[in-house]
């Protein structure tokens, strides 16, 4: 159903200790229009409504680091305005999921909030890493798994960590890595981002950075899925493009980890 529709005591529920989630960052992107509640794809009211209603002990709301800026003031006053209306302290902080372990530059906007009592026992994770580790390094084996001859010169050209991974928008399209400014960096890393790979490559596939995208791999769904750090028992269903867009819109487990474990001491006591 539409989250917008979505009443707990219509589902029986009445409280929970936690209400998490991550909200459409369209709304309030830099490569969108930046309507933000006017967009008929935010929820971040619709999460609001529905911790007025249900009153966690601990809220947890993800979304683009571009809500924090000036833009957005009006916004994120109206947010701290009916949390503390209903007693709640809270934090805003941006986190980059490669300082936590994955193997990507992707920045988050993260809104934690709790009673005081338990709040004061709260503190963000500390990075673990100065950066995670390269594409080539995450995707060798499975580059390599079709008796591909090029793929330790491969890695040696992906060697760095992965742009931010988007796509999945309502109004996005087909199924590639990103605006034309995300497929230059990807074709720094020798990847073909205009598309998704049904395979990885085989013996016989040239690599030839020269030829442009054309002489460089594409990168299949499962691939994406390691370089957002999905762990590899999680199943995505649905045809090539609607798994991509599940999962170029998921939060890094890793770092949702790294901020969960911190919830879960503050509300331990």
């Known amino acids: 159903m539409d989250f917008k529709d979505f009443v707990g005591a219509e589902h029986g ?3 929970v200790d936690l209400l998490s989630g991550g909200v459409p960052s ?3 992107s830099i490569a969108g229009k930046q309507e933000g509640a006017a967009d008929e794809r935010d929820l971040l009211v619709a ?31 109206e947010v701290e305005a009916e949390l503390k ?7 805003w902080s941006v986190l980059d999921a490669q300082h936590f372990g994955v193997p ?5 906007c993260l809104l934690v909030a709790m009673r005081p009592d338990d709040f004061v026992r709260f503190v963000w994770p500390e990075p673990r890493h100065a950066a995670g580790a390269t594409v080539g390094q995450v995707l060798r084996d499975s580059m390599a798994s079709r ?8 890695v040696s050209m992906a060697d760095r960590v ?27 890393l020798a990847v073909n981002a205009h598309g998704l790979g049904d395979d990885v490559p085989d013996e016989d596939f040239i690599l030839d950075p020269d030829l442009g995208r054309d002489g460089v791999p594409k990168l299949t769904v499962e691939q994406v899925m390691m370089l957002q750090g999905l762990p590899e028992d999680w199943i995505v269903t649905g ?9 170029a819109q998921a939060f890094p487990p890793p770092l949702a980890e790294a901020v969960g474990s911190r919830i879960v001491s503050a509300l331990a006591g």
């Open 13 to 15: 529920l009445s409280t």
């Open 26 to 28: 369209s709304p309030y």
């Open 47 to 77: 999460a609001v409504y529905l911790a007025i209603e249900l009153q966690p002990r601990a809220i947890l709301l993800e979304t683009t680091p571009s809500l924090l800026a000036p833009k957005f003031v009006q916004v994120r006053e």
């Open 85 to 91: 209306h209903l007693d709640y302290s809270w934090e």
């Open 104 to 108: 990507q530059t992707r920045r988050s």
């Open 147 to 154: 008796g591909w001859r090029f793929v330790e010169e491969w």
């Open 162 to 188: 992965a742009p931010t991974i988007v796509g999945g928008s309502k109004k996005h399209g087909g199924a590639d890595l990103g605006p034309t400014r995300t497929k230059r960096q990807w074709m720094d």
């Open 239 to 247: 045809r090539k493009t609607a798994r991509y867009k599940q999962v």
